[in-house]
């Protein structure tokens, strides 16, 4: 008799206490429930130790690091990253099980459907704020995430093979509304310029007001921001001066 591939769910929580006994209460489906612990002073350790979930402890300084550790420290064949402000749905989950058990490739992506506040926003996201799919499904070993603070690359094993994506979404409630908005922007950029000052590569400032451009129509218009009416807006222009406020911060905050 053949074994079903063991699934692991990936969770990073940094004071998570109000999202997280959401989100670990969707992912019953999952033969391993790993939460990674990031320099929590709040009731998430205990949140997670109720829910039955296995337990990594650290201090991380950059994202992409603590992701990494969490995948090693996963025991499943197939991992499911879900963060702590996501819920799984019970069409996802159910989804993600026939997946895996048939699957001949390594990862595949799965469709996010953002929240801002209780709404519900299909369009304009992208252009670094805010994912419409993510690579969140992948078999242990093929994805590794690289060492940036903010939007960490990926990569990928060579030769690793991508499936067709998910068709049920994941819900994210990432955003309580248009002042999150723009205190996220505040705190990417932050983060984003002092990626840019490690890697001693700033751009220039051209390339980088030309951005504002080609972000806002990206989002906006090709991405058809202007249906979320003013919500869609906030949006675009949060995605468009995210790389020149990054390149001010990191030029001049220094």
């Not at 999952?30 to 402890?57: F, N, P, W």
């Not at 093979?161 to 509304?177: K, M, Q, R, S, V």
Request: charged residues 25%; hydrophobic residues 35%; proline residues 4%.
């Amino acid at each position: 008799m053949i074994e079903s591939p063991r699934l692991s769910c990936l969770v990073v929580a940094h004071n998570e206490e109000a999202d997280l006994p959401d989100c670990l209460a969707t992912l019953g489906f999952a033969d391993e429930v790993l939460v990674v612990l990031d320099r929590c002073t709040d009731r998430s350790k205990e949140i997670a130790q109720t829910a039955g979930a296995t337990l990594l402890e650290g201090a991380w300084e950059v994202q992409g690091d603590r992701r990494n550790e969490g995948i090693q420290a996963c025991a499943g064949d197939w991992i499911l990253e879900v963060d702590a402000d996501e819920r799984v749905p019970e069409t996802l989950g159910r989804e993600v099980r026939q997946t895996i058990q048939s699957s001949q490739f390594d990862y595949h992506r799965v469709r996010i459907d953002n929240y801002v506040g209780e709404r519900l926003v299909r369009n304009g996201w992208g252009a670094s704020f805010g994912r419409r799919s993510h690579p969140g499904l992948f078999r242990k070993g093929i994805k590794t995430w690289g060492n940036q603070r903010v939007h960490p690359s990926l990569m990928f094993k060579e030769g690793a093979h991508e499936g067709p994506p998910l068709t049920a979404p994941i819900a994210h409630y990432g955003f309580d509304g248009i002042t999150d908005l723009i205190g996220r922007l505040n705190r990417y950029s932050d983060r984003h310029a002092a990626d840019l000052r490690d890697a001693g590569d700033f751009g220039t400032a051209l390339d980088n007001y030309r951005r504002i451009v080609s972000r806002f129509w990206k989002c906006f218009v090709a991405r058809k921001g202007y249906q979320e009416g003013g919500i869609g807006f906030v949006i675009a222009i949060c995605a468009a001066l995210y790389p020149i406020l990054s390149y001010l911060k990191a030029k001049y905050d220094q």
